[in-house]
């Protein structure tokens, strides 16, 4: 009899960026136990893989709902099959993985045989194992948590094939403690990646044509290679940009003018208020934060700032909610993630506080802070123009496909501008070409929609050569 092919797999993937790259590490295990195959439906695999996220209640709920989808998957498999609506070999098994397994896995096990295995955050090496366990008639649970577990040995498949951007972890977990996260609870201590291994990796990336890496932890400032070599930070005050943050922000210098460096920085504020900042246990108080993003821009002085917000955390009075309204306005913000507070088990918070701002007030001021923030990022895309930017280009424009190009400014503001031939600053001698997807294009910008930026392509380029010749360019333009 012809033996089974191996299971095909369908993964989803909820929450952060970490997350996502946590995905690309699952399959880079599971193709090496010969779990190659992925299918775009859940109908059509043998393996349905969902990456969770705990950070906020709606997060899980959304969980919940695509759970209760896949447990219909499972007991209507054979009438799908029948039906023409599936084609799995098999019914499906579902994994769990990520925060929310960490944190529910007594809850979802109980689910009426919803999952079959219930994988941790540190334990996505074991899943082959805890697959088979439920060939015997088990469920596969595996939710420890490591202190050294970092995956630096393992490729990950990654999953936009064809992008310009990947998504390399140089961290995980995180010891701060902030009192509304359930982070240190669901991914554990931090711990670090030797350097050698991410430069490997980053490498790696390179030769398969990536050009722009994001490093990625849960805490990246408090990235620390154990191996040392860290102490080739160059001399002098490394540290002078952390002053008034007892543990969130350790900055180096090193690095910050770097043209291969992009010019964004987050910078999670949380609240504009010190006191609610006391109370969420951050580390920092207003004022500290303010100087903080001075000093950045006397540094960097085109920087694009982005930062996480909550609104309505325990206590919150209206003047303390106009403390981050004032602050929004006051730092001008690129890009910020904005959410009402909702509570999270075992924290510091549901401990000791009472969430006690009212559902209706908190989504009033959620109102109010994006309302802010729209206003004041709308000035941050309006600077831009008359500027020549460096454009990293993504591909067609969906808007415009056929006549339009797509990139990213050093800055990280989307940027369009119509796909015509352009000379090469680096090979002026050959005949004007289209730009492709990876290529630099210099771009002068013309028009700011206020979430976006067109503009005017002049000349593909490198990195090094647009930053050798942007005064040049500047002049050309009449600027
Ligand atoms: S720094 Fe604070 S908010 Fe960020 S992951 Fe750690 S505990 Fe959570």
Request: aromatic share 8%.
């Amino acid at each position: 009899m012809a033996s089974q092919p191996p299971p095909r797999i369908y993964h989803e993937t909820y929450g952060c960026q970490m997350n996502i790259n946590d995905m690309e590490i699952v399959l880079s295990i599971m193709k090496n136990a010969g779990y190659s195959e992925t299918v775009e439906v859940p109908e059509n695999a043998e393996i349905i893989f969902i990456n969770t996220c705990a950070i906020r209640d709606n997060a899980e709920q959304k969980v919940w709902q695509r759970l209760n989808y896949f447990w219909f998957l499972k007991r209507c498999w054979k009438s799908n099959v029948d039906s023409g609506r599936a084609q799995s070999l098999r019914p499906p098994k579902v994994v769990v993985l990520g925060c929310m397994a960490e944190r529910l896995k007594d809850k979802i096990l109980d689910a009426d045989k919803m999952v079959d295995v219930v994988c941790g955050p540190d334990a996505y090496r074991d899943l082959p194992r805890l697959l088979e366990e439920v060939d015997y008639g088990q469920k596969g649970i595996n939710t420890l948590l490591s202190l050294e577990e970092t995956y630096a040995d393992i490729s990950p498949v990654r999953i936009s094939k064809n992008a310009v951007m990947a998504f390399v972890s140089v961290m995980r977990g995180c010891n701060n403690m902030c009192s509304f996260c359930i982070v240190p609870f669901t991914r554990g201590r931090e711990r670090s990646r030797p350097v050698e291994s991410i430069v490997k990796e980053v490498g790696e990336l390179w030769k398969e044509g990536v050009k722009e890496v994001t490093l990625l932890g849960q805490n990246v400032n408090s990235y620390n290679d154990a191996s040392g070599s860290e102490n080739e930070i160059e001399p002098g005050n490394n540290w002078a940009l952390s002053e008034g943050f007892k543990s969130m922000c350790k900055v180096k210098n090193m690095g910050l003018h770097r043209h291969n460096i992009c010019k964004c920085i987050h910078l999670p504020a949380q609240t504009g208020s010190t006191t609610v900042l006391e109370r969420m246990r951050r580390g920092y108080s207003r004022e500290s934060y303010l100087e903080l993003v001075q000093k950045i821009r006397r540094i960097i002085p085109d920087v694009g700032i982005s930062s996480d917000f909550i609104c309505g955390f325990c206590g919150e009075t209206e003047e303390e909610h106009a403390g981050t309204l004032s602050l929004i306005k006051a730092v001008g913000y690129d890009m910020a993630y904005i959410f009402a507070y909702s509570v999270r088990q075992k924290t510091h918070a549901h401990r000791n506080y009472s969430d006690d701002v009212p559902e209706e007030v908190k989504q009033r001021r959620l109102s109010e802070l994006i309302k802010a923030f729209h206003e004041t990022t709308c000035q941050c895309y309006d600077s831009q123009v008359g500027t020549i930017q460096l454009v990293l280009v993504e591909g067609p424009n969906r808007k415009a496909p056929d006549t339009e190009l797509v990139g990213k400014s050093n800055r990280g503001h989307r940027v369009s501008f119509v796909n015509l031939p352009l000379l090469d600053r680096d090979n002026q001698g050959y005949s004007k070409q289209n730009p492709v997807f990876g290529d630099y294009v210099e771009v002068h910008i013309t028009k700011s929609t206020r979430t976006s930026l067109y503009g005017e392509a002049l000349a593909i380029t490198k990195l090094t050569t647009f930053y050798n010749n942007v005064e040049k360019a500047t002049v050309a333009c009449g600027m």
